[in-house]
């Protein structure tokens, strides 16, 4: 037998090099995303400026340590092996110049072929396929994650008999909402992710699985929280193609997220619109930076067919209930001057509502319990609005000065509709209208009733019909809010939307005087521990997301 001799050429070595360096640096120095591709340039211009292939290796060996140690290009390590991989994801490979972004529809073969794709390319950019035994089996538990996912997230109808909507009488309104993790607090917080893949953890790979899965579950209006300021105007790209008009509210005092919603804007049309900020100034239950957007919508073929949609993002603390309840009353006093219609015999009549969005707080706790009963009493409890005996609540919860009465109402518009005189001034401040917080001094003398120096509980006659507390202990809303979600399964497990220690449910649909027909199911917490941690190749975010399709009745137009 002939010995045989293999040729050495300049490619050749190249690759023996990238693939020894790429596996040395990968296990010694801990180096992730260290793309093979400049690995070869940076060798080929070695070897062309070098008298020897040795002396061609040290040059490369030097100038990639040097290169490490250098942040700007580590990050463009990490770009260069990123984008191809977007690329692909983003832009498909037959796709003309005029035609950049093809996202999937909720059609099932597109689903399918999407998934097909997606495997592929992650097993050919995220350089897996070493082997064959590891790509089969990357390949193979990516299928597994998306198939079991998806196998949970079913659309389930209200009640045992489909419904049938007659477009002429209804207008049927799909909503969703998702927290979808701003890249700036998964990155400043990385205790929370370690267990986690990291190549699942960038950016542009969980922005292509959130955009999918919100562009699959093709709603009217789609309420988003933790969306990343910086990254707005590119996650836009897609949803402005698609039809979709928007929102933006960023949190206060600089932080760099916020709320996003979108809308159908040849369905919906914004009559009118709030940003409201919880932080007030100087209050300490008031003093945290979550943000709500309340919106006045009107059919866009029939603008006397309204509806007021919400999206919140509460306070996180755990041990803070009370404040999420002060925040809480904010919110309703809000959405309240936006939804009245008009008083009636039988009390103030309002326009269908939906609130939706991050609550960090469990069901059946007392701000779930305030917001679908109506009322809670708050004095004499903890933080946690649970019974305890110690750091116990007083009769104070949001002061008076800012006169937002116990009933979730502003006490300035409540006299003001009273008398038929105009909407009334709010006594809040907002620092994206440039709005500080009224003084006593800028309201009309016979309207301050209220005093705001002191922490006693006051009853104030309007007239002989109406009154109003401050400060009483006790919080009460007009509204009668059902959750779209029953939070336990019919077998009794308790539904899960994101994992806090545990899988537990914080995010909600609530809804008022619309008939909702169907829900996006969410797993339980049993099905959650089957999945791997949230973000992952499946699940582009640490919140699942929610939805659901309401029947709005439209109102007869009025005859000229």
Known sequence: MNATTRLLTTLSVSNVFCRNIHSVLHQELKVAHMSEVPLKQLLLKNLRKSASAPEALFSTYVNLVDSISSPETHQEFAKTIMEPYLDSCFIPKDASPA?????????????ENSSENIAAIF????????????????ENKRLRD???????RKWKRFG???????????????L?????????????????????DKEALHWKVRKYLITQEILQVEANVICLQEMQEAHLEEFLIPFRAQGYDYLYKKRTNDKDDGLLLLYRADQLVILDHLKVEMYQSGIEILSRDNVALVVKFALRENLETQIVIATTHLLYNPKRSDVRLGQT???LSEIERLAFLENTMTGPKYLPIILSGDFNLEPNTGVYKFITQGQFTYQNKGRNLETQDYRLLSNLLIPPHLHVTDGCQHFNVLMQRLRGEGTGEVMLENRERGQKRLSEDASRAEELRVNGGTSQCQTIEIDDKHSVNFSSGTLTHPFRFRSVYKHKNRHGKPEATTNQGKWVTVDYIFFTEVEPLDKYSLPTADECNDLPTIPNYAVGSDHLCLAATFKVLKKKRSSL
């Open 123 to 138: 097993s050919q950019e995220m350089d897996i396929n070493r082997n064959s035994g590891q790509d089969d089996s990357f």
């Open 99 to 111: 035609s950049t972004y093809d996202f999937p529809t909720a059609s099932s073969s597109s689903v």
């Open 329 to 331: 009353q904010i919110l």
């Open 176 to 196: 969703m909402s998702f927290n979808i993790l701003a890249q700036s607090l998964l990155e400043s917080h990385p205790y929370l992710y370690k267990e986690h």
């Open 146 to 152: 998306i198939q079991r996912y998806r196998a949970m």
């Open 160 to 174: 045992k008999l489909k419904q049938s909507v007659d477009p002429n009488d209804a207008f049927v309104l799909r």
